[in-house]
């Protein structure tokens, strides 16, 4: 099957500085990509849609500046959380749609802790 | 707006069991569903999808079953194993042109020896 990839998959930062995750799909290009935030015991909240060379789609209450993200190739997303904070702390998972088969695929997480 | 509920938020079993987990959609309109495994601390591993057209997906001791009118899927888990233990979400994707999913809050499984 597909493989996503997501790095780090761990990341302890101090509040008030920026952390980027990398998302990269490895045997497909994805022109489309999705970032989500996991709390503990519940689901995926879709955070924005990453587009290959457009500005991504931000869902409602997901604030762009806090959350930068660039997909600047069809196999690369990249998530920066800027001026982390503890509340920030959470696991993200990125998942790639694959246009071949309308499937999403989906990377191993991160796990961002925030002191 | 699509609402998905997965029914039993969790559950523990002992091993051998036979297992249904329920998902349960509002909006019939449906593209496909996928039932999902994660284990803790970890991504999402694609189990098995149902395309709106098909009534249930079978790989191993899974099957799964859709019933798009009532608005309902069921994941069979067959002579469950310890290492089935992990969280099962569902998703569900709507046939209005939008490919984002829609997911569960997932049930916990528990398979103790």
């Known amino acids: 099957g597909a493989v996503v990839s997501q790095h780090p998959s761990r990341v302890i930062c101090k509040s008030g500085t920026s952390v980027k995750i990398e998302c990269r799909s490895l045997?497909?290009?994805?022109?489309?990509m999705f970032w989500y935030r996991q709390f503990p015991k519940k689901s995926l909240m879709l955070m924005a849609t990453?587009?290959?060379?457009?500005?991504?789609?931000?869902e409602q209450g997901v604030e762009k500046d806090k959350f930068l993200i660039n997909h600047a190739s069809l196999t690369l997303s990249t998530l920066t959380v800027t001026s982390a904070h503890p509340e920030d702390s959470s696991f993200y998972i990125c998942s790639a749609w694959r246009d071949t088969s309308y499937e999403q695929y989906f990377g191993p997480g991160t796990r961002l802790t925030v002191t | 707006k699509q609402e998905v509920t997965q029914i039993p938020a969790a559950l523990s079993v002992p091993e051998g069991e036979n297992l249904v987990l329920n998902c349960s959609f509002t909006d019939s309109a449906i593209y496909n569903l996928q039932w999902f495994r994660q284990d803790p601390g970890k991504g999402l591993t694609s189990l098995l999808l149902i395309q709106s057209s098909q009534r249930e997906q079978t790989s191993g001791r899974l099957n799964a079953s859709l019933d798009k009118s009532s608005g309902r899927s069921t994941l069979y888990i067959a002579a469950s194993q310890p290492g089935d233990s992990a969280t099962y979400l569902c998703?569900?994707?709507?046939?209005?042109?939008?490919?984002?999913?829609?997911f569960g809050r997932g049930t916990s499984l528990i398979v103790h020896p």
């Open positions: 998703a569900v994707r709507g046939s209005g042109g939008s490919y984002i999913p829609t």
């Open positions: 045997d497909f290009q994805a022109t489309t």
């Open positions: 990453s587009n290959e060379g457009s500005k991504a789609t931000y």
